[in-house]
Every structure is written in structure tokens, then in C-alpha cells.
């Protein structure tokens, strides 16, 4: 992804005909290192986002609206205290880089104009969002840093605001830019250039030779072939004025991978979009939220990982315990033999050959004795071992049940975690690892506590919701729907309660494909068709067990469906 000064330059100034003059209503922090700021112009309300995420950081207009923390970060407080109802005049790079910076003029205490620029500084793990004064010192910063020895800055309220270090040529400076390319001597030339001038990409560097039709690997540079590059390099560091500019998005695998500001002829599948801004919420957005989802929960992978493993081997160790006690009877035909033989048994034998009268065939066999005790007392020994294995038999074959079915339950939490992304659902999940003992109990606060809401669709006309754990199941199929209401569940795999609002009306076949597919999609395994039970709301019984979300049936349909989210009757 080409996220050079080229490509943030033009992003810069898009933006800023899309803000400029807007007024700052709100400031949120629904990530440790993202900023949301809701502005307002011409009665329209914008999210604008800043986020300083080593691997994806990155400034666009619109995305995901995120659920707040119950308490917000001191940089969150500070930012409410000096941008809300703030104005912003303008958005620029600085220092040709990738650094974006919004020029704002709020009010203090005392009423009296203040002029703020909120910097977004992206660049990789360096990625930072500070708050500067008009006097060039550091109000506040998102990551505060004494001294950093590569970028050789303090990053701390109250310091000076220095530019990060720049050792390379900036793109604009035409003559030394000149002058560089006159000492090429061969090789490569697109490292070459990047290697010398300051915000380019290597895939950039690429283009900028193929549209001079300069060969990469050409040994010298003439006159006019310098002209060229910097005629060319020029361009691209203008080109949101110019006609070339026609912003397009990677697709590769179903995915948005890369954007650019016009068609690269190293791609040949390159799909046009409105906007720049467009182009990085399709290639952003979505690898974010994946991002975070797998950063948030990947303590509950671990838990739930941990848990299946002691559970597993809880029930290897207690079937070897169940093949032993099968051997129950063999042990007590033992002590039959032995005190039908007493007569040719004394004390001090190690072994007794007997005939077991077990087998039609009757055949000699031999029995191992404790040679410290009499022919009666190893005949007592095995009626009492034998006694034992029976009663384990039945606590083991309990215990094995327990096991099955806190393994099944186990199993249904990790569509779950897959599923959860917001505080609340993370937290669901949490009480249900921490109840079987994966996690340690939470203390969580009634009134800070907000129950997740499941996922809704509406197809015509009916509403379907979607549970996106146990707890969400449990509350949507016993307390929320009603009898008549319609239950959708896969059938041989742990997955989301799907429940079709009939609200006394007949549901058609076409609403029930939909909301079977959905549940499909919901489930382990949505990789293929499978098989999807439905039957109304009054069929179903809570699971004996009385675990959440289990639930025992018998009367139902089935369907043999494709997995599909249809996020097309999402409800808005």
C-alpha cells in the first residue's frame, strides 16, 4: 500500500474541502490509539477519524461508528477540554511527509480565540496524534515519549514540537533532486530513488519510470530523462489539482487491499472509486476491525484454548479410568477361582495355576498373589478391588458425562468469540469463560454493566435477531420471543439463536431460507451447506443442564442451505 507523501498529500487536501470550516461537536477515544471526532457543517454531522495504529494508521471521513470505554482517556479528556466546539480552518501535510495536521481555533476559559493544530503523524510504529499550541510546545500527546534515539525527539507536554528528522531530499526540491539523479551509476533505479528523496514508495517510484518510459534498470540517466522524473515527480506531488487524479482500490480475494491515486500499471484489476477517502475506508476499515477484534479477545482464545485442553485430557485420563473398572469382572472371577482352589494355594506363592471354570474350555491360567498374605486374604483382596471398580465405574461414567457436556458447552463459545468485538459482548464472554472456571470471577458494577444487543435484520417486513453468545442466546429465545415466534439453530454445529418475529402472522418460505442462511453463517463451520433446524418458540425446553443458550427439542423442520449475512437487510 502506497501510504507515501504522494498518496497522503492528495488525502490531505481532499479532506480538507471536505472539513474545512466544519465546527467539532465531540471527542471520543474508542481505541487506546484512535480519535473520533464528530464534526458538524451545513447540518450535517461527519466522523472524522485519527488513528496512530502501528499497522494501520491512517485519517478518513466516516468508518465505523465504535462504542466508547466507560471511562475515557486523559488525551480524550484533554482534546474535550480544548477542540470541543472548536472550528477547523484548514487541513495540510507537514514538511512533505506523512503528516497531517488540522489547524483549529477553539476558546479557552476565558472565552478568547486559541488556535490548536491536532497532528496526525503516520508512520508505522513512529505513528503518534499530538496536540500543539500556537507556540510550537506540545499541549498533550497520544504516546508520550522522553527520548527516542531514532527519531531523536521528546514527545511530552510541554515540550517543543520538533519535526521528525528528514535525511532524505524532499520531493519538491527540483535542483538537488537533479543533481542526485545525475550521480546515478546503474542498477537498481526505483531503490535508487526512493533511497535519496523523501515520500515516495517503491511501488511509486515504479510508476513515475514507467510513465517516462524509462527502464529500471538503465545504467545512466540523460538530460532529458532527469527532466522527465522530475517533471513526472512533480506532477504526483500536485495531482489532487490535476486530471490525472482518478483514485481507484485493489481487490484481491475478496478484499481491498491497496489504494492509489490513479490506475498503476503494475495492477491490472484496479476498480475506480468516488474518493481517495473512499479508497482508504475499503482498504482500512475492515482489516482494522479484524485487527482489534483479534487484539481484544485473543486473552479469550487463550482461556477458551486452555480450558479445552484441561477438559480433554479431565476425560482420556477418566476413559482409562472406565477401561480399567471394565476389567471389574475379571477380578472378581479371580477370587472365585482362588478360594475354589484354596486347597493348592499357601501362603508365600507369588502365583496360583488354576483352572478357570469361566471358559467352556477350561483352561489353566495363572493369577499373580501378594505372597505376604494367605490364599483367603488374596481372595479378599480381589472381591475388594472389585467392589471398588464398581462404584468408580459409576462416579467415572458421571464425571464423563460432566466433562461431554461442559466440552459441548465449551465448543458453542467459540463462534462467540469470533462474533464479539464490542466492551459489552468481550465482558458477556468473559462471565461465561470466568463460570467454568477458564477466568478468573469478575466484579463487574450493576450500574456500569450494559447488557450486548444481538445482531437485527429486517426482510420484509419481519424482523429477525441474532444472538452473538450464550447469555445473548438464552435472553433472545426465553425472554424475548414469544411461542408463535419462529427458532432457527444449525443443526450438528455450535452457532447463533436465530428467532423470526412472526408477531401473529404466517412467515413465508422465502423469510425462513433467509434467516436459515443467516444462522448458517452465524455457526461453526460456515464454510459449507449444512443442515438448519426450525420450529416455533413453544417446542423448545431449557437443556437439563441449565447452562445458557442449551436448549432440547424434537418437533422441527430442516433446511439445506449455503451460508449468506445478507448484509443487505442489516437494519439501519
Same mark, same amino acid.
Given at each position: 500500500m502506497p501510504n507515501d507523501y504522494i498518496t497522503i498529500n492528495a488525502l490531505t487536501q481532499e479532506?480538507?474541502?471536505?472539513?474545512?470550516?466544519?465546527?467539532?461537536?465531540?471527542?471520543?477515544?474508542?481505541?487506546?490509539?484512535?480519535?473520533?471526532?464528530?464534526?458538524?457543517?451545513?447540518?450535517?454531522?461527519?466522523?472524522?477519524?485519527?488513528?496512530?495504529?502501528?499497522?494501520?494508521?491512517?485519517?478518513?471521513?466516516?468508518?465505523?461508528?465504535?462504542?466508547?470505554?466507560?471511562?475515557?482517556?486523559?488525551?480524550?479528556?484533554?482534546?474535550?477540554?480544548?477542540?470541543?466546539?472548536? %472550528?477547523? *480552518?484548514?487541513?495540510? +501535510? @507537514?514538511? $512533505?511527509?506523512? !503528516?497531517?495536521?488540522?489547524?483549529?481555533?477553539?476558546?479557552?476559559?476565558?472565552?478568547?480565540?486559541?488556535?490548536?493544530?491536532?497532528?496526525?503523524?503516520?508512520?508505522?510504529?513512529?505513528?503518534?496524534?499530538?496536540?500543539?499550541?500556537?507556540?510550537?510546545?506540545?499541549?498533550?500527546?497520544?504516546?508520550?515519549?522522553?527520548?527516542d534515539t531514532m527519531t531523536k525527539r521528546c514527545l511530552l507536554p510541554g515540550a517543543k514540537y520538533s519535526l521528525p528528522p528528514q535525511s532524505k531530499l524532499l520531493p519538491s526540491?527540483?535542483?538537488?533532486?537533479?543533481?542526485?539523479?545525475?550521480?546515478?551509476?546503474?542498477?537498481?533505479?526505483?531503490?535508487?530513488?526512493?533511497?535519496?528523496?523523501?515520500?515516495?514508495?517503491?511501488?511509486?517510484?515504479?510508476?513515475?519510470?514507467?510513465?517516462?518510459? %524509462?527502464? *529500471?534498470?538503465?545504467? +545512466? @540517466?540523460? $538530460?532529458?530523462? !532527469?527532466?522527465?522524473?522530475?517533471?513526472?515527480?512533480?506532477?504526483?506531488?500536485?495531482?489532487?489539482?490535476?486530471?490525472?487524479?482518478?483514485?481507484?482500490?485493489?481487490?484481491?480475494?475478496?478484499?481491498?487491499?491497496?489504494?492509489?491515486?490513479?490506475?498503476?500499471?503494475?495492477?491490472?484489476?484496479?476498480q475506480e472509486v468516488k474518493s481517495l477517502n473512499d479508497g482508504v475506508l475499503l482498504c482500512t476499515v475492515e482489516k482494522d476491525r479484524i485487527e482489534r477484534r483479534a487484539d481484544k479477545t485473543k486473552f479469550l482464545q487463550k482461556a477458551y484454548a486452555s480450558q479445552r485442553k484441561k477438559i480433554l485430557s479431565k476425560l482420556a485420563k477418566n476413559n482409562e479410568k472406565l477401561q480399567e473398572c471394565k476389567q471389574a469382572e475379571d477380578i472378581k472371577k479371580y477370587g472365585d477361582l482362588i478360594l475354589s482352589n484354596i486347597y493348592s494355594i499357601k501362603k508365600g506363592d507369588k502365583t496360583a495355576q488354576v483352572i478357570d471354570y469361566y471358559d467352556p474350555n477350561c483352561p489353566t491360567i495363572e493369577i499373580k498373589l501378594d505372597e505376604r498374605l494367605t490364599p483367603q486374604q488374596n481372595s479378599q483382596a480381589f472381591y475388594k478391588k472389585y467392589a471398588k471398580l464398581k462404584r468408580t465405574f459409576s462416579v467415572v461414567n458421571k464425571h464423563i458425562e460432566q466433562l461431554e457436556d461442559d466440552l459441548q458447552y465449551l465448543d458453542s463459545i467459540a463462534p462467540a468469540i469470533a462474533l464479539c468485538s464490542t466492551a459489552d459482548e468481550i465482558s458477556e464472554l468473559q462471565q461465561e469463560l470466568a463460570n467454568m472456571g477458564a477466568l478468573k470471577k469478575l466484579k463487574i458494577e450493576k450500574t456500569k454493566y450494559k447488557p450486548s444487543q444481538p445482531i437485527a435484520y429486517e426482510v420484509d417486513d419481519f424482523v429477525i435477531l441474532v444472538g452473538k453468545n450464550n447469555i445473548q442466546n438464552d435472553k433472545l429465545t426465553?425472554?424475548?420471543?414469544?411461542?408463535?415466534?419462529?427458532?432457527?439453530?444449525?443443526?450438528?454445529?455450535?452457532?447463533?439463536?436465530?428467532?423470526?418475529?412472526?408477531?401473529?402472522?404466517?412467515?413465508?418460505?422465502?423469510?425462513?431460507?433467509?434467516?436459515?442462511?443467516?444462522?448458517?453463517?452465524?455457526?461453526?463451520?460456515?464454510?459449507?451447506?449444512?443442515?438448519?433446524?426450525?420450529?416455533?418458540?413453544?417446542?423448545?425446553?431449557?437443556?437439563?443442564?441449565?447452562?445458557?443458550?442449551?436448549?432440547?427439542?424434537?418437533t422441527y423442520k430442516t433446511a439445506y442451505v449455503s451460508p449468506n449475512r445478507h448484509e443487505e437487510y442489516l437494519a439501519k
Open positions: 479532506i480538507n474541502a471536505l472539513v474545512k470550516d466544519s465546527k467539532i461537536d465531540k471527542v471520543n477515544m474508542p481505541e487506546k490509539d484512535e480519535v473520533g471526532l464528530n464534526i458538524r457543517s451545513n447540518g450535517a454531522t461527519k466522523l472524522l477519524t485519527l488513528s496512530c495504529n502501528a499497522n494501520n494508521p491512517r485519517v478518513h471521513i466516516g468508518g465505523d461508528k465504535k462504542s466508547n470505554p466507560l471511562t475515557a482517556p486523559s488525551f480524550c479528556m484533554h482534546l474535550r477540554k480544548h477542540l470541543t466546539g472548536g %472550528i477547523i *480552518n484548514s487541513v495540510t +501535510t @507537514l514538511a $512533505e511527509d506523512r !503528516i497531517i495536521c488540522f489547524h483549529i481555533t477553539s476558546h479557552n476559559e476565558m472565552r478568547d480565540k486559541v488556535d490548536f493544530a491536532l497532528i496526525a503523524e503516520m508512520m508505522g510504529r513512529y505513528s503518534n496524534i499530538l496536540l500543539v499550541k500556537n507556540n510550537g510546545v506540545i499541549s498533550d500527546t497520544l504516546k508520550q515519549v522522553s527520548y526540491n527540483r535542483e538537488k533532486i537533479t543533481q542526485l539523479l545525475k550521480n546515478y551509476d546503474g542498477n537498481d533505479l526505483a531503490k535508487f530513488l526512493i533511497s535519496g528523496i523523501s515520500g515516495l514508495a517503491l511501488i511509486t517510484a515504479k510508476q513515475i519510470l514507467n510513465e517516462c518510459n %524509462i527502464p *529500471n534498470n538503465s545504467n +545512466t @540517466l540523460s $538530460e532529458r530523462q !532527469i527532466n522527465q522524473i522530475t517533471d513526472v515527480l512533480n506532477e504526483y506531488c500536485n495531482i489532487y489539482d490535476s486530471k490525472s487524479y482518478r483514485p481507484c482500490v485493489l481487490k484481491q480475494n475478496d478484499a481491498y487491499t491497496d489504494f492509489f491515486v490513479k490506475k498503476y500499471s503494475d495492477y491490472e484489476n484496479l426465553f425472554k424475548v420471543a414469544n411461542g408463535g415466534d419462529l427458532w432457527i439453530h444449525t443443526q450438528k454445529a455450535h452457532g447463533s439463536h436465530v428467532i423470526v418475529f412472526a408477531e401473529g402472522r404466517t412467515i413465508p418460505d422465502k423469510v425462513i431460507e433467509i434467516a436459515c442462511e443467516i444462522a448458517v453463517f452465524y455457526s461453526l463451520g460456515n464454510n459449507a451447506k449444512q443442515e438448519c433446524d426450525y420450529t416455533f418458540r413453544r417446542n423448545l425446553k431449557r437443556h437439563p443442564s441449565g447452562k445458557p443458550g442449551m436448549v432440547l427439542y424434537t
